[in-house]
């Protein structure tokens, strides 16, 4: 399966390598502020899925564990844009 990101200038990549709603499963990961739990209701800040989405599991972010400095964006770094993309990414203020 393949999708064409609207940000990837047409470029045709693996869904699994894409950040894509449409996948194959509704499986996804996200790192999240957990805001409070009522009940048995977790709410949260940041979760980045569809309403509706089953929640399936919960685990703690370990900074020594979790981080991962030695990180790359992999084929993003191909992308004539990327620098632009980057901006979009770390939440930066830019003209379009």
Known sequence: ????PPWAGGKEIGVFAS???VRPNPIGLSVVQIKSVAEN???TSGLDVF???PL???KPYI???DNKPEANYG???NLDDMEH???HIRGIPHEH
């Not at 399966?1 to 064409?4: A, F, Q």
């Open 1 to 4: 399966m393949v999708v064409s």
């Open 19 to 21: 950040r894509s709603p």
């Open 41 to 43: 209701r977790v709410y």
């Open 51 to 53: 309403d509706e989405t």
């Open 56 to 58: 399936l599991d919960i």
């Open 63 to 65: 900074k020594d564990l």
């Open 75 to 77: 084929w993003l770094s």
């Open 85 to 87: 993309l980057t901006l």
